[in-house]
């Protein structure tokens, strides 16, 4: 079994079991001239893609978005006090603390914020007139406010965040990509530099701030479940990577949370906007706290309160060498490519997989053409026999 996973190279191969281990010898043995479980499994890749789910329900997709629970430790006489201890200590001592750090970040934040912007809302003439006689402090006080704001937020988890490379800088026609692990990922990339982000609208207190201060900073929503978003944003993109004035672009190009182990396939839309595309790569160390957010099982407040109970979250960060489409490559091979420099350099494993399968299922016309070619498939190794 080994030597065939070793002789593989495909990525999704390594992670398909083989049905004919799970089966009993004797039912694949049958005469010469009948159809076996074999020839039925070589028919189509779509039946063995199945067969092989049906065995193994963890299988690379389903993995892409799981929770790793940590493993217990306080398994003995001798462990289990300290592990009470650090109970004590991180609910007891910590956590109210981080929260006390995380209120004044935000009383230091609205009471500068308020006066800059709500007090301007409504009043576009003298907005614009301040705007024009100190377009450079309007905007730079702004961002400033939410990095601070951002820094807090990484203050009150304990955040230990290594940076590598040189930091972002607002040029014209370039984006930012980086993988996705949690809605932390914005506020660890945020504190270092405000960038304008594209992200799906959320409801309570997080489209609250979506609304009013991230999108000051030129921030683009979209509904996932609206298709006439989609030409929308594609036009906002175009218009924000040409002002020359407008903050840095970040995407998420997977489109969705993944753990941390893997990277699934990069939506194009960032890769043909006719730019330089900066690839950011976030790996965070589990040794004290998962910051994998599984959006489907626990909300973000219940996310945040998780991390601020944690001893601490631990991350790298990478901004890596900037990337341009290359003679006859496709937007497709261009996103592939910068895929592959983000994934070797955190160590995450590719696999090909869509991240909006996580949300919709395949559509009609999908499933026919499936259907229609295995079933061609059939018929063409019914009629050898």
Not at 43 to 66: H, N, Y
Not at 79 to 95: A, S
Not at 209 to 236: M, P
Not at 277 to 303: E, L
């Amino acid at each position: 079994m080994s030597n065939k996973l070793n002789s593989s190279s495909s990525e999704l191969d390594l992670d398909r079991p083989n049905i004919e281990d799970y089966l009993p010898s004797g039912s694949i043995q049958e005469p010469i001239g009948k159809l076996r479980l074999r020839d039925l499994l070589d028919i189509s890749p779509t039946l063995t893609e199945a067969a092989g789910a049906i065995v193994d329900v963890s299988d690379s997709f389903t993995r892409c978005f799981k929770s790793n629970s940590p493993e217990p430790w306080n398994w003995n006489i001798y462990l289990f006090p300290l592990w009470c201890l650090g109970v004590v200590v991180r609910y007891g001592f910590l956590f109210p603390l981080r929260v006390l750090v995380l209120t004044i970040g935000w009383i230091i934040f609205l009471s500068c914020y308020f006066p800059v912007h709500f007090l301007l809302k409504g009043h576009d003439k003298l907005r614009k007139k301040l705007e024009q006689l100190s377009h450079d402090i309007y905007f730079s006080l702004q961002r400033g406010l939410v990095e601070l704001i951002c820094s807090f937020f990484v203050a009150s988890w304990t955040g230990v965040v290594k940076y590598h490379g040189p930091r972002p800088s607002m040029r014209p026609k370039q984006v930012f990509v980086a993988n996705h692990t949690s809605m932390i990922d914005f506020i660890v990339l945020e504190q270092m530099t405000a960038f304008a982000v594209i992200m799906q609208k959320h409801p309570g207190w997080v489209g609250l701030l979506q609304s009013t201060i991230l999108e000051s900073l030129g921030c683009i929503w979209f509904n996932r479940s609206e298709a006439k978003d989609r030409e929308i944003v594609a036009k906002k993109l175009r218009d924000h990577v040409n002002g020359p004035d407008n903050n840095p672009l970040l995407i998420f190009p997977e489109g969705t949370c993944v753990n941390n182990h893997y990277t699934v396939m990069f939506k194009k839309g960032a890769f043909e906007l006719g730019c330089t595309v900066c690839p950011i790569a976030v790996k965070y160390n589990k040794i004290f706290v998962d910051a994998f957010w599984n959006s489907r099982k626990q909300s973000f407040t219940t996310h945040l309160l998780q991390l601020m109970t944690s001893w601490a979250v631990v991350c790298d960060v990478w901004y890596l060498e900037p990337q341009n489409l290359k003679p006859g490559e496709t937007p497709i091979e261009f996103a592939e490519r910068v895929r592959d420099i983000i994934s070797v350099r955190a160590g995450l494993k590719k696999v090909p997989w869509d991240g909006y399968l996580k949300y919709s299922r395949p559509s009609p016309k999908h499933r026919e053409r499936k259907q229609q070619s295995f079933a061609e498939s059939v018929l063409r190794r019914l009629e050898e026999k």
